[in-house]
């Protein structure tokens, strides 16, 4: 469990992370979502204690990361996979954090195989590529075998093998009863991972909420020449109807159920088509305010 109240982060004149509340629990992926430069980073440097809040607090399992004992194994944070000392070996760099917290040197065979890295574990960590990075960096997290995990971008510089393998990572280490933080931009990767959202744009909290309510219940477009008889059914049968988009756009029914409605007062139908709000389309709705007023800012400097 991660508790995040009333946290604020100012650089300069730069409000980064603005009175943000929320909770992480254990169990599923929580998507922390936002367009560039939300805050997205900097709230995860401050769970982590990497960065002190102005103001507000951070705390994992029930305790500011500093106060936690053996941190790596509650908490274990990918942030910035370029973070490894270029001449170690990818066993070394592993084996060296081991032996600092006190973690058994199996572990480091373990997680190297979880990672997919055993095969250049003797290989140089500066001749990696990004993607054999992250892994790396992912692999360190899990060194502990720690409650709570916390990703930044770790899709990053993944080939599509890589990126499957994290997403699948990621749920089965939330299906183990984890608390598995992961933060993107991109809508449609956290549409495929995550079951709970916690989406900010420009320091602020903009929504908290189950992925699945994240999507507008969909509308169902029909174009037929038999409105007049098809609408007043509709609305009796209890669905919202209105014209738009070439034909009715009818809310609050099912497209099997308008469909057969349609069959009952025999109108005849040129188009029935569910009317889904994409994930994405959410998104940039919930998100263009804080967009906007990015770009409204960058001009004024
Ligand atoms: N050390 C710092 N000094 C000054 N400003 C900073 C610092 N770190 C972050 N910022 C600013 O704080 C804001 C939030 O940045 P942050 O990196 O947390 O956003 P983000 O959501 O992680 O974005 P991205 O997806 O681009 O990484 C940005 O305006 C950024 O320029």
Not at 74 to 90: E, S
Not at 232 to 253: D, I
């Amino acid at each position: 469990m991660i508790e995040v109240r009333g946290l604020r982060k100012r650089f300069g004149p730069v409000l980064a992370v603005d009175d943000l509340t929320f909770d992480v629990r254990p169990g599923t992926v929580t998507g922390f979502l936002g367009p560039n430069g939300a805050g997205k980073t900097t709230t995860m440097r401050m769970i982590l204690g990497l960065d002190a809040p102005t103001g507000g607090t951070a705390t994992v399992l029930g305790a500011p990361y500093g106060r936690i004992p053996a941190p790596m194994r509650a908490v274990g944070a990918l942030l910035d996979a370029g973070a490894v000392h270029p001449r170690r070996t990818a066993r070394d760099h592993l084996l060296c954090l081991a032996r600092s917290n006190a973690l058994p040197r199996r572990r480091v065979e373990e997680v190297l195989g979880l990672a997919g890295l055993t095969a250049v574990a003797g290989r140089r960590a500066g001749t990696f590529s990004l993607g054999m990075s992250q892994r790396l960096g992912i692999a360190a997290a899990l060194l502990g075998d720690p409650g709570v995990l916390i990703f930044d971008e770790p899709v990053n510089g993944l080939d599509p093998e890589g990126i499957v393998w994290i997403r699948t990572l990621m749920r089965d280490l939330a299906a183990e009863g984890r608390t598995v933080l992961v933060s993107s931009h991109l809508m449609a990767e956290m549409a495929l991972t995550a079951g709970h959202l916690i989406v900010v744009g420009r320091g602020r909290l903009i929504a908290d909420t189950a992925i699945d309510a994240f999507v507008r219940p969909g509308e169902v477009l029909v174009r037929t020449p038999d409105a007049a008889v098809l609408a007043p059914a509709l609305t009796a049968a209890g669905a919202r109807v209105r014209a738009g988009e070439g034909g009715l756009v009818v809310g609050g029914m099912a497209t099997e159920e308008v469909g057969r409605l349609a069959a009952a007062e025999g109108a005849v139908l040129y188009e029935l088509t569910a009317l889904r709000a994409s994930l994405e389309e959410a998104f940039m709705e919930l998100t263009r305010e804080s967009v906007e007023y990015g770009v409204l800012d960058g001009a004024a400097r």
